[in-house]
């Protein structure tokens, strides 16, 4: 019976455990993966004030006008919308400004070698909470040319028709 209860003691902890590592998604910028190819990903965490974590945890978040600057050996995050807190007082943040991403040393010079050799950028992806603590994904990005868009839409277009005879297919075991 002891042995019983020590197994459900460490599966309720197990459980606890797994949904602390789950992933609380706050924003996603959705327009970064129609205008760039993805290179290259990267987990970054947020310095940010109080005030900005509680709007967070409302799900208060816009990142899809933002862009990531590297300047001087560190590495920003502008343009990302973060409202204000309802319930702040004159501690509150100013809504859209620059936030630094907290990354290493060799990561920030490695983006900055890119950006600056091959004519790349770096785009947020996500906003995410991960154990408490303000994540955001950010990419190595190239642009794509309106052909490129089309092509991708195209495919997706084709895949979706594919899967959908398929389906019609195991349904009936007929081709039309």
Same mark, same amino acid.
């Given at each position: 019976?002891?042995?019983?209860?020590?197994?459900?003691?460490?599966?309720?902890?197990?459980?606890?455990?797994?949904? =602390?590592?789950?992933?609380?998604? #706050?924003?996603?910028?959705?327009? *970064?993966?129609?205008?760039?190819?993805?290179?290259?990903?990267?987990?970054?965490?947020?310095?940010?004030?109080?005030? @900005?974590?509680?709007?967070?945890?409302?799900?208060? =978040?816009?990142?899809?006008? *933002?862009?990531? @600057?590297?300047?001087?050996?560190?590495?920003?995050?502008?343009?990302?919308? #973060?409202?204000?807190?309802?319930?702040?007082?004159?501690?509150?943040?100013?809504?859209?400004?620059?936030?630094?991403?907290?990354?290493?040393?060799?990561?920030?010079?490695?983006? *900055?070698?890119?950006?600056?050799?091959?004519?790349?950028?770096?785009?947020?992806?996500?906003?995410?909470?991960?154990?408490?603590?303000?994540?955001?994904? #950010?990419?190595?990005?190239?642009?794509?040319?309106?052909?490129?868009?089309?092509?991708?839409?195209?495919?997706?277009?084709?895949?979706?028709?594919?899967?959908? *005879?398929?389906?019609?297919?195991?349904?009936?075991?007929?081709?039309?």
């Amino acid at each position: 019976m002891a042995k019983e209860w020590k197994k459900q003691k460490q599966s309720a902890a197990q459980k606890a455990k797994a949904e =602390a590592d789950a992933v609380k998604v #706050i924003a996603r910028n959705k327009k *970064a993966r129609h205008d760039y190819f993805i290179e290259d990903t990267y987990e970054a965490g947020l310095s940010l004030m109080g005030t @900005e974590v509680k709007a967070l945890r409302m799900g208060r =978040a816009s990142i899809g006008e *933002a862009w990531v @600057e590297l300047d001087r050996g560190e590495a920003w995050l502008q343009g990302a919308m #973060i409202p204000e807190y309802l319930s702040g007082s004159w501690t509150n943040h100013s809504p859209r400004r620059k936030r630094k991403l907290l990354l290493h040393k060799r990561q920030i010079e490695k983006l *900055a070698m890119d950006v600056q050799a091959k004519g790349y950028t770096v785009v947020p992806l996500e906003l995410y909470f991960v154990r408490g603590r303000v994540k955001v994904q #950010i990419a190595l990005a190239r642009g794509k040319q309106d052909w490129d868009k089309r092509q991708a839409l195209r495919e997706a277009q084709d895949k979706r028709e594919s899967l959908r *005879a398929m389906r019609e297919y195991e349904r009936t075991g007929n081709w039309d």
